[in-house]
């Protein structure tokens, strides 16, 4: 585990640092070549990113721990480098099938599990709080998000929008079945219920379509995302509350903002917890921005709760 934070070194960033080591060998014994054509580009990225780190924590003080942000922005490397990797490896058309097939192979491995995740009870381990992030196998309820196997519902939103307009591509010159996938990550990210990786995929895949003026295939999309949003009450809950009138109290005194919010325990982001939360399930809760609620706990009921929320996390991931 990472000091500061909740996010381990796991197994996937060991296979990264092994798939670099050996494509350094393999350029030493001159095996292969570094596509040189970008890497100015990502040079600079990399550099700038490395800057914002030293502005941040040195001079602006909006970084508090270095550490972390130095890991964030190595991070950066670890990610985009794989782009090196996987250019110096494709020589032949032949290669390039067989990523292609692979990345098809892959988006319908990963969208098939998502829906098994929301249907069928499949598990899934998230980062979304200290808690979930230890590797608990966690079974999702009726009414959370599905999400990355490992990691949240961002992740999985995130990489699904990349591919839509490549299987778009695809479905268009070499097979409409295809749109199949299409269909399935699309129902992925609804029951992701990420509003802003919602909102890219309409602004990409609409306007490609009028690109190529696909006139059928751009109706039928329409009709899938109105009939999957609207299917997803997590979704379209989310997307009025995008849309709303709130009011705003301002104490001029101190410049303190209060947004008064009615909710319910359901509510609540993941890893919140509302004592007696039988007793209030019927009811709404006053919820503040300023962390004020209208429940008041002493010491002893605050290590109650703890060791409640620890017990309800086990016993989920159970």
């Known amino acids: ?37 970008y890497l100015l580009l990502f040079v600079l990225f990399w550099i700038s990113v490395f800057i914002s780190l030293y502005l941040g924590f040195f001079i602006q003080k909006t970084i508090a721990v270095l550490n972390v942000g130095f890991l964030n922005s190595l991070r950066r490397i670890e990610y985009m480098g794989i782009f090196f990797v996987f250019a110096s490896s494709v ?72 591919f839509i307009p490549f299987l778009l591509a695809i479905t268009i010159r070499v097979n409409k079945w295809f749109y199949i996938l ?59 509350r995008t849309f709303q009138t709130k009011q705003i109290f301002i104490d001029k005194t101190t410049g303190q903002t209060t947004v008064p919010r009615r909710l319910r325990p359901d509510d609540l982001p993941i890893g919140d917890y509302i004592p007696n939360k039988v007793n209030v399930e019927n009811r709404a809760t006053d919820v503040y921005s300023n962390g004020i609620s209208n429940i008041n706990l002493n010491s002893t009921d605050v290590k109650a709760v703890k060791l409640n929320i620890l017990d309800e996390v086990r016993t989920e991931a159970r």
């Open 1 to 37: 585990m990472v000091d500061y934070t909740y996010i381990a070194i796991r197994l996937e960033d060991i296979y990264v640092a092994f798939v670099y080591f050996v494509f350094v060998i393999q350029l030493l014994r001159k095996k292969v070549r570094l596509n040189l054509q």
């Open 91 to 162: 020589r032949t058309r032949k290669d390039i099938v067989f990523y292609l097939r692979f990345i098809l192979a892959t988006i319908a491995i990963v969208t098939v599990y998502g829906l098994g995740q929301k249907y069928l009870g499949w598990p899934a381990v998230q980062t979304m709080n200290p808690e979930y992030a230890k590797g608990y196998l966690l079974v999702l309820d009726a009414w959370a998000r599905i999400s990355s196997t490992f990691g949240g519902h961002y992740d999985l939103a995130a990489y699904l929008i990349f």
């Open 182 to 240: 299409v269909l399935l990550a699309l129902s992925n990210i609804a029951l992701s219920a990420s509003r802003v990786s919602y909102g890219a995929y309409v602004l990409s895949s609409f306007p490609f379509l009028l690109y190529f003026r696909k006139w059928k295939l751009l109706i039928i999309t329409i009709l899938a995302t109105v009939g999957l949003t609207f299917l997803s009450s997590n979704l379209t809950q989310r997307i009025n």
